[in-house]
């Protein structure tokens, strides 16, 4: 549904203002804009009620609050590390964040170093958590806050930073080989 109208959105922009010229930045920042729209609708799935429903459900729990999870111990999943689900969750979570590294590094160069991309995976992940938190407080949905999520996202993040520094090496030794051969042809 979100994606739906992300890209109605989009046509409706490029029939007022033009169709825009397809450069590789460009490309790259819409390949962004859809990664994240995929994540936003992975990590929030409002549960939509009607008002009545809704109101009938804050009063059978006591009101709002009563149904927030906050996981506070880090290793508490990895007990049941050899279950499915938890397999499905810890590598879910840790390919998540993988890609924002890499388009945050791809189009904005100086922000590529180790500290800002902690702090970009870091803070994205522990908004997420947030967000499904607050949402989980008012029972728009069921999630929880967990801190295994928020370690395995940005352990996520900085895996896909360091996927990004070795293609950039190996590609730079890859140029720099052709220009010598090159030189050495001629």
């Not at 804009?33 to 429903?53: D, E, H, K, M, R």
């Not at 729990?61 to 506070?72: D, H, P, R, S």
């Not at 590094?105 to 702090?119: D, E, G, I």
């Not at 395995?152 to 051969?181: D, M, P, V, W, Y």
Request: proline share 3%.
């Amino acid at each position: 549904m979100v994606a739906t109208l992300f890209i109605i959105g989009i046509m409706t922009y490029w029939l007022q203002n033009g169709f825009p010229n397809f450069t590789p930045r460009f490309l790259l920042k819409g390949l962004f804009g859809f990664y994240l729209v995929c994540v936003a609708q992975l990590t929030t799935s409002f549960n939509i009620f009607t008002p009545w429903t809704y109101w009938r459900m804050v009063r059978a729990a006591g009101g709002f609050g009563q149904l927030t999870n906050i996981e506070w111990h880090p290793l508490e999943m990895y007990k049941t590390i050899y279950t499915a689900a938890s397999q499905y969750t810890i590598s879910g979570n840790l390919i998540m964040l993988l890609p924002l590294t890499i388009f945050a590094s791809l189009l904005w160069p100086r922000l590529a170093t180790w500290k800002k991309m902690l702090k970009l995976a870091f803070f994205t992940s522990l908004t997420i958590e947030t967000s499904q938190l607050i949402l989980s407080y008012f029972y728009l949905e069921h999630r929880l806050f967990d801190i295994n999520d928020l370690l395995q996202n940005t352990l996520g993040g900085l895996a896909g930073f360091g996927l990004f520094l070795s293609a950039k090496k190996i590609i730079e030794a890859l140029s720099c080989k052709k220009r010598h051969q090159a030189k050495t042809n001629n």
